[in-house]
């Protein structure tokens, strides 16, 4: 059985039905996506690269070492870096770019596009889980900088995002960092808009997950018989989504029936915003002793930089 069979076969067996957000991004998922981040109400790309684009010599100002690792999980395509990167290549003597991500074709594109924005630049590419992959580079010489952009941390529990950035700890050495993109606590209605865009192209990101499920595991979801809905609690500065079943119905995967009720949910995904202190908070808990945050102007999205 393959892990996309299984990991989905598995939650939906559970009583709170539920698909893992990683599966959203097949290529017509990943399309889709892209429209969600030129959305005007979906604001954290364009803050993050004013952040990578004005904080950048701030940021890098706390670097002394001249040849440092540069390593991007999560790489995608590599675009928003190209200006940071510049900076990063003009401050210091011989850094290296180590773009790492699941999908090997993304990182051709994004080693060309790197490469030809700036061509001295050093780059090596790793595809794969950097879960696994990252004992490629534990042995480097380097000092390292370890990126985890575009608020992904959000996508963990509060008690995951911890454990996950006790493995980012783990793997650096002492006086080494982490810069990480985090969406920060706002008014709510801000982000309620940006996970309910009327266009409704978050609703089709959704929507194509259970099209994906029809196409690659021969499911039978009717996509007209489902809707997505998308809650934000501001206490716990959760984003939630999910996907809604509109009348009772059988659904058949593997040869197996998964019974819902009408307006039962399937949760899909979450999107936690965090405020500076629950980050301080964390950093502390999971062994970093020393970090600064750089914000955008509306203070909607902070690149935090975490020394061990």
């Known amino acids: 059985m393959n892990n996309f069979l299984q990991d989905v076969t598995e939650s939906l067996a559970k009583s709170h039905?539920?698909?893992?957000?990683?599966?959203?991004?097949?290529?017509?998922?990943?399309?889709?996506f892209q429209e969600i981040m030129t959305?005007?109400?979906?604001?954290?790309?364009?803050?993050?690269?004013?952040?990578?684009?004005?904080s950048a010599a701030a940021i890098l100002s706390h670097f002394n070492d001249q040849n440092m690792d540069f390593i991007d999980l999560g790489a995608?395509?590599?675009?928003?870096?190209?200006?940071?990167l510049r900076q990063v290549h003009h401050k210091l003597n011989a850094p290296s770019y180590i773009p790492m991500d699941i999908s090997p074709e993304i990182l051709k594109v994004n080693q060309n596009l790197i490469q030809n924005a700036i061509p001295n630049l050093d780059i090596l590419a790793i595809?794969?889980?950097?879960?696994?992959?990252?004992?490629?580079i534990k042995q480097r010489p380097n000092p390292m900088v370890v990126m985890y952009m575009g608020s992904n941390i959000g996508n963990f529990r509060l008690e995951e995002a911890v454990e996950f950035l006790r493995f980012i700890n783990d793997f650096l050495n002492k006086g080494d960092f982490l810069l990480m993109g985090v969406d920060l606590k706002k008014d709510p209605s801000t982000i309620q808009a940006a996970y309910n865009d009327k266009e409704g192209v978050t609703k089709k990101f959704n929507l194509n997950l259970l099209e994906r499920i029809n196409r690659e595991?021969?499911?039978n979801f009717n996509l007209d018989l489902f809707d997505h809905y998308g809650t934000?609690?501001?206490s716990s500065g959760e984003?939630?989504?999910?996907?809604?079943?509109?009348e009772e119905q059988l659904i058949s995967i593997a040869e197996k029936k998964y019974h819902?009720?009408?307006?039962?949910?399937?949760?899909?995904?979450?999107?936690?915003?965090?405020s500076l202190v629950e980050l301080n908070d964390m950093g502390h808990e999971s062994g970093f002793t020393w970090n600064k945050h750089f914000l955008d102007s509306k203070a909607f999205f902070s690149l935090s930089l975490f020394r061990k």
Do not use: W
């Open 260 to 274: 819902f009720e009408k307006f039962e949910t399937i949760h899909t995904e979450i999107s936690r915003k965090f």
């Open 39 to 54: 959305l005007e109400a979906y604001y954290l790309p364009r803050c993050e690269m004013e952040i990578l684009e004005q």
């Open 127 to 136: 595809p794969g889980d950097y879960f696994v992959s990252t004992h490629q």
């Open 232 to 234: 934000y609690n501001p």
């Open 239 to 246: 984003a939630q989504s999910y996907l809604i079943s509109l």
């Open 17 to 32: 039905k539920s698909i893992p957000s990683k599966y959203f991004y097949d290529e017509k998922g990943s399309r889709i």
């Open 217 to 219: 595991l021969g499911a």
């Open 76 to 84: 995608g395509d590599g675009s928003k870096m190209i200006s940071f």
